[in-house]
């Protein structure tokens, strides 16, 4: 049944993918916050053929946490589920950082690329961390929230992977707050797999972390800290 439903839900997908690609490049002309807003509207819709069709529902705790000024979002990565989830349902426009290269995607890749996030260079190495910060800056400037998955690729559950520095540099060098977030979409929507688990995602927003007084490594190691923390207390209440 499972399957049958994760067959339904790619359809689902191609779909209204393809549609709502061109509906960007037509809004194009239009100024970059209606560009978001219309272009945010198929990950809405993605988590909510998920919760439909796939029986993935979610709940949010630590909500009161999240600020009514800059910040910066590190996040927990475990599946492709918080990338539609995220820039759909935080209170802020949002802004990846993203490997350029995924600008070259039919559809999804050009409304990408409309959206004036952080695309970066990987292979340029250190160099990557600095475009993190330059472009960062920029987006924070302009009153958007960058996100970042620090491990840098998605892990399975009950496995961290090693926090790679770029969120904890921007957010030392512009003195701007962490938001820290654990969530268990893996649980639910593995890596690699096509079957979707129906169940429910917690999706856990911890205090902000201010960089005062840290330097980035410190800074890197707290949210590794949390996020690590809360990530064995979600598989201790589900066992």
């Known amino acids: 049944m499972n399957t049958f439903r994760a067959s339904l839900y790619y359809l689902f997908l191609i779909a209204t993918v393809i549609p709502y690609a061109f509906i960007t490049l037509l809004a ?86 409309l959206l004036r996030m952080i695309p ?14 330059q472009i960062g800056k920029q987006r924070l400037d302009e009153g958007r929230w960058p996100i970042l998955f620090p491990e840098g690729t998605r892990i399975a559950p009950g496995k961290m992977g090693r926090f790679k520095m770029g969120g904890a540099l921007l957010a030392s060098r512009t003195n701007t707050p962490i938001v820290p977030i654990a969530l268990n979409a893996g649980e639910f929507w593995p890596r690699n797999s096509f079957a979707k688990k129906p169940g429910v995602i917690t999706v856990r927003i911890g205090e902000l972390i201010y960089p005062d007084g840290l330097t980035p490594e410190q800074l890197n190691d707290q ?8 990530m064995k207390s979600m598989r201790l209440e589900r066992d």
């Open 28 to 113: 194009a002309p239009l100024p970059l916050h209606w560009r978001y807003r219309i272009t945010i509207g198929w990950p809405r819709l993605a988590t909510w053929g998920a919760k439909v069709i796939c029986g993935l529902q979610w709940r949010i705790e630590g909500q009161h946490n999240l600020p009514d000024g800059p910040a910066i979002v590190l996040s927990k990565h475990q599946s492709a589920w918080e990338t539609l989830f995220l820039p759909s349902h935080l209170p802020r426009e949002v802004c990846f950082v993203y490997k350029r290269e995924l600008h070259r995607i039919p559809f999804f890749g050009w409304g990408l690329a």
């Open 223 to 230: 949210v590794y800290n949390w996020i690590e923390t809360q």
């Open 120 to 133: 970066i260079d990987r292979s340029k190495g250190k160099e990557a961390f600095e475009q993190v910060v």
